[in-house]
């Protein structure tokens, strides 16, 4: 007996060490499939999803992966035959947008699918004017956005709607100036300082 009590840890252990083990199923394609909702989670159709394997190549929209794709009626669209990557998308319809997440997070798995959630929101464009011959640290919202050279004109783009507080102050002088405005959906909000 005392042979058996020393064999069932072994083949104990053999048997979670095999239970563990799959086969690849080779039969699907390493795939993404994407879900586009709104910020309520409300699936969003007609949206195009573009997909890139690089973040470089999302940020310069070149060098997509793949055909561009629409979403369907559940708000899903789907890309096969990927390699087993990190991917990057951008999802736009109109002037929504998911410019605020935008990965897959990790690598994809081989022949398997994954499925992600995007969620767009509504953007639009903030300008910033520099007018003068002074230099101006620009905040938004409370924090510094940048530090604008003399004469200096600067657009962003895939701004979230909302409200925002800008405040232009003089490197080295006096002069500190408040605008406040909206960028709405699709909208742009200027602000020419001083």
Request: glycine residues 8%; proline residues 3%; aromatic residues 8%.
């Amino acid at each position: 007996m005392e042979p058996i009590k020393h064999s069932l840890p072994v083949i104990a252990v053999i048997f979670l060490v095999l239970t563990g083990c799959s086969k690849v199923d080779t039969s699907i394609s390493t795939s993404l499939n994407i879900r586009v909702i709104d910020k309520l989670g409300n699936s969003i159709s007609g949206v195009a999803v573009k997909l890139y394997s690089a973040l470089e190549d999302l940020e310069h929209q070149e060098k997509q992966t793949g055909s561009t794709q629409t979403s369907d009626t559940t708000g899903e669209v789907r890309f096969d035959d990927l390699q087993p990557l990190k991917y990057y998308w951008l999802a736009e319809k109109g002037c929504m947008n998911n410019l605020n997440g935008v990965t897959t997070t990790d690598i994809l798995e081989l022949n398997k699918i994954r499925t992600v959630t995007s969620t767009l929101i509504e953007t639009g464009t903030l300008e910033l004017i520099n007018q003068s011959s002074n230099q101006y640290q620009v905040f938004v919202n409370g924090t510094l956005l940048l530090t604008a050279d003399p004469l200096y004109e600067c657009t962003y783009e895939y701004v979230p709607a909302g409200s925002y507080s800008i405040i232009a102050s003089q490197v080295g002088g006096s002069t500190n100036k408040t605008y406040n405005g909206n960028i709405t959906c699709g909208g742009k909000f200027s602000v020419t300082y001083p």
